[in-house]
């Protein structure tokens, strides 16, 4: 029988909360798990590891993106499985892979849907599996989490993003592949490893996370008007055509900045920087996904 850890954000939700999953878990005949509940994501890797060590072949994470994507970095090459149980604010990684968002599908999925290798980025040393960025996003991110998320959930991302708007663009250069691909002015740079970014919006249409590349965007955008623009584009998925944007794909991405600015990783932001170095981990983790998906 197949061995699974549970490591668990304990300030996050999901149905009934972690009792109706230790039950829904004995029904499954998984009667005694070995389960982590820690307070804070950043001491999620350190249970993954111990997972890793103590035979586990599954783990389940119950909590948002920050606390999936730190197991993920931690079971990168192991051959272990995630099953993720989205419990946080925002679960990208699991509205990308239509993962269902309440307990009963979420479990399901963990423990009878299919194995399927996906890529991760890596900025600057740090690994991620949905997106990372700088200026704006990070902004808005940095933002939220004063607080706010608990108190709001996704509306605090709605007047953060308003906020953030108010920050103007830097000198911007980027090398795609050892190549230059931009220099400018550029209020966010933005790396995807998916399609739907915070707010459901969909900024890189043909993002797949198994594809061996990153797809990279800048936004040139500058005050409400111009950012105005951008969203209306993006919420009619044709985010390619607004000249205030532009995008590629690449395995390797070199950043510089004029001057540092504030950058994220997976919702959780990191101190400034003026430089990113990026690239792609092909097929670094194993995660469950509903059964027939490409």
């Known amino acids: 029988m197949t061995r699974v850890a549970v490591i668990a954000h304990s300030k996050k939700t999901l149905g009934h909360g972690l009792g109706e999953l230790r039950e829904r878990l004995a029904e499954e005949g998984v009667d005694d798990p070995d389960w982590h509940e820690v307070p804070k994501s950043k001491k999620a890797a350190k249970k993954a590891r111990k997972a890793a060590k ?11 993106d920050g606390t999936v994507r730190r197991c993920a970095a931690e079971l990168a090459g192991t051959g272990i499985a995630i099953g993720v149980l989205p419990a946080g604010t925002a679960n990208l990684l699991a509205s990308n892979l239509k993962i269902p968002i309440d307990l009963s599908g979420a479990l399901e999925v ?42 709001f959930g996704r509306l605090a991302y709605v ?6 708007i108010r920050g103007g663009g830097v000198g911007t250069e980027v090398h795609v592949d050892g190549k230059h691909w931009f220099k400018g002015r550029a209020s966010c740079v933005l790396l995807g490893n ?9 900024a ?15 936004v040139m955008a500058d005050g409400a008007g111009e950012w105005l623009r951008v969203f209306a584009r993006l919420l009619r998925r044709q985010v ?55």
């Open 204 to 218: 890189f249409e043909d993002a797949r996370p198994d594809d061996g590349r990153l797809d990279v965007g800048v």
């Open 54 to 64: 103590t035979g586990a072949q599954l783990v389940l994470v119950w909590g948002g």
């Open 159 to 164: 007047w953060t993003g308003l906020q953030a």
């Open 240 to 294: 390619r055509q607004s000249p205030l944007v532009r995008s590629t794909t690449a395995e390797t991405i070199e950043v510089r900045l004029s001057k540092p600015m504030a950058w994220e990783l997976d919702g959780n932001d990191r101190k400034p920087t003026d430089h990113l170095s990026v690239h792609v981990e092909p097929s670094a983790f194993l995660v469950c996904v509903p059964r027939a998906q490409r």
């Open 110 to 151: 963990a423990l009878h849907g299919e194995r399927r290798a996906l890529d991760l980025g890596v900025v600057n040393g740090r690994r991620f599996a949905v997106m990372a960025g700088a200026g704006f996003d990070a902004r808005m991110i940095a933002a939220a989490d004063r607080g706010l998320k608990d108190r």
């Open 194 to 202: 998916v399609p739907t970014i915070t707010g459901g919006l969909v």
